[in-house]
Structure formats: C-alpha cells, structure tokens
C-alpha cells in the first residue's frame, strides 16, 4: 500500500512540475513576442553642421578629411593615413568635463584597426582639454589608420550619448550613465584638408 502512495505521490510531483514547466514556457514565449513586436527605435541622421542633444554635450559636427602629412604632434608613417574630423561640442553640465572621448565613433571595421584617436581644441592645439560649461569649443579628433582602408568618399560616424539619472542604483548619487546611439551623421571626406 505504502508503495502504491510513493508512486502515487511522486506522479502528481512530476505532473506538477511539467505543468509549471509548461507555463514558465509559454510565459517566456509571450514576453519575447511581446519584445520582439516593440517597435525599433530610429536612430536620427542628422546633417553637417547640424546639432545634436547627445547627453552632456551638444554636438554639431562640421567636416571630415584624411591627410598622410602631420596634424597637429600626429605624423602618419609610411601607409597610414590620419581620419580627421571637426566638431563642435559645448559641455552642458554645471562643471568642467573631458568625457568626450568616446562620443564620435568610426565604422567597427575601421575602429578594429585605427589607433586610439587623438583630442585637439582647434583654437589652441592644446591635447584633451576639460570642457567648461555652456561654451561651444571646436574639438579636432584624430585617428591613424591604415592607408587602404580610408573610404574615398564619406565616412559614417555614430555619435553616442549617456543619461542623466537623479539617482543611480548603488549610491544613489546623480551622474550620467548608459551609453546609447544618439544619432549618425555622414561626412565628405576629402583628401588633405585642413
């Protein structure tokens, strides 16, 4: 008798736990169906010349070139070819910053194989400059890469932004965090100019 309750008992366990397992399932199946049928996000194309709320920064990108001679304290050796691009940027936080670093990014097959790029403020050539508040400074970034792989034409560049939380999850302090595509822009690139 006793067995027959083990076996019993076991039995409703199992069915039990495949019928939650079945509904864990299904339940997991709506959600992606739910998330996969959000509709995508439209990253903006904006123009040259024209600004961009990106987070801390307005951006207004301005032109792009390559040149193989020096720019700046960057001189290109034999078979590489330095990408430039002039933007402006203007810091819109309460106080001095120098987080630009990642906000204009190349194409990945070309980011895979340029050199970590270089920060001028055009005015001065002074290299990585803090950022004072509310002021449009034109920044010149600089990227050796190889000479084959500049496109002839244009260049695509991804401009990335963070938002501004009042407060974060571990201190609870305010800051800029998550790091998304704010926008592209498509640049001529021509040769040597500066």
Do not use: C, H
């Not at 001679?69 to 203007?90: D, H, R, S, Y």
């Not at 449009?136 to 034409?153: C, G, H, L, Q, S």
């Amino acid at each position: 008798m006793w067995s027959y309750v083990r076996n019993l008992r076991s039995k409703a366990f199992a069915w039990i736990s495949a019928g939650i397992g079945g509904f864990a399932a299904v339940a997991v199946a709506i959600g992606l169906g739910v998330f996969e049928g959000q509709a995508k996000v439209e990253i903006p194309a904006i123009a040259p010349g024209q600004s961009l709320d990106a987070g801390k920064w307005l951006i207004k990108p301005l032109k792009a070139w390559f040149t193989d001679q020096k720019i700046f304290m960057l001189t290109p050796k034999a078979g590489q070819k330095a990408l430039v691009l002039e933007a402006e940027l203007m810091n819109r936080t309460a106080q001095s910053d120098k987080d630009y670093y990642e906000v204009f990014q190349l194409p990945p097959d070309i980011m895979a194989k340029a050199e970590k790029p270089m920060f001028f403020l055009a005015r001065d050539e002074s290299v990585m400059p803090s950022l004072q508040p509310g002021m449009p400074e034109r920044m010149v970034y600089v990227w050796i890469v190889p000479a084959d792989i500049v496109p002839k034409d244009s260049l695509d560049f991804s401009i990335e932004a963070e938002t501004f939380k009042l407060r974060n999850n571990l201190t609870g302090e305010p800051g800029w965090w998550g790091k998304y595509t704010a926008g592209t822009v498509n640049l001529p690139l021509q040769p040597g100019q500066g």
